[in-house]
């Protein structure tokens, strides 16, 4: 399945949970394909399946959020948590209400993104704001964003940081490309902003290949066709390990992240980081990062020439922060936030 980082997100959540004892039930209506997909993310995890095909499930979903009726419990029976995810807003009777906020960028941005997502997320924050319980951010910066822009009070915005998945760690096979190359993880679209990357690759000459991983996306594709890039498109997360683990440098110059997962999933493997200088992605990068202003090549330039420079000092200091970041950790905070919330219905 093509997970993107909302997606890792999820399986870390729900791998999170489940190393904390928690009863999970993994339920959406899906189309044969979308359920085939979702088997094969889930694996081995221990959670239980309910994925009932429907024809036409994207649009069944879609009109069981808006008309908010019949409520989950029909297909569940009684849960504790009802905690709902990216494209849909399911209705319930009892239980702590509960979704993720993984960033606000369809309202603080809307020109870079489909205006199918804008719609989208624009319906579920309205309909967060309003009625969840808890609405889980995943930086602090996107619970500020929150509080601010959706008039959403703190309490109710618990921080429940990402954790690498446990494939992501500096032992193992490392991807060759015949010379050392950076290494940048993106859907291409306009906000992770590529075209500077680029640009900054064509001052560093020919000794640093640039290695672009990621699904092509939506908006002005950047121009990938030229000397010493190479184009990988999506891989698998074993072959994004590998990449990961053989690169000089990791550069992810997005203009702005919710928090920024793939810095977690280099500095895990050992490798220096390279990140944008935007606010959003402070907490990711913590202080174990170079960090690069996105609208300049030559600084990225620089900055990507002393990464490699002082690559055995980025490496030890981005492995100490990635331990910080746990799907242990992750589940116990999401537990403690699920256990507040239920005590507060309680009569």
Known sequence: MKRSGVGAYLLSLLYGLVENGAEVVAFAPVSVRVKRQVEEALG?????????????????????????????????????????????????????RATTIHDLVPLRYP????????????????HAAQHAHLLVCISDYTARDVHERLGVEPVRTPVVYPAPARHYGAEGER??????????????EPRKNLDTLLAAHERLGEDLALAVVGAAGWGPQPAL????????????????????????VFAYPSRFEGFGIP???AMASGTPVVASAHASLDEAAGDAALRADPESPEAWAAALREAVARREEL??????????????TLGESLLRAYEGALAKLAP
Do not use: C, N
Request: aromatic residues 10%; hydrophobic residues 40%; proline residues 6%.
């Open 44 to 96: 081995d995890l221990d959670v239980e399946r309910r994925l009932p095909v429907l024809p036409l499930a994207h649009r069944w979903r879609t009109a069981w959020s808006r008309a908010q009726r019949p409520a989950a419990e029909r297909w569940l029976g009684r849960f504790d948590v009802l905690h709902f995810s990216d494209w849909m807003y399911p209705p319930q009777r009892g239980g702590v």
């Open 315 to 328: 490496a030890v200091k981005g492995l100490a922060h990635a331990e910080r970041f746990t799907t242990r």
């Open 225 to 248: 066709d030229r000397p010493g890039v190479v184009r990988l498109g999506y891989v698998d997360d074993t072959e994004l390990a590998r990449l990961y683990r053989g690169a000089a």
């Open 111 to 126: 020109e870079w993104t489909h205006g199918r997502t804008v719609h989208m997320h624009g319906a579920k924050y309205r």
């Open 175 to 188: 991807t060759d490309l015949g010379r050392p190359y950076v290494l940048t993880v993106a859907t291409l």
């Open 263 to 265: 810095i977690l999933e």
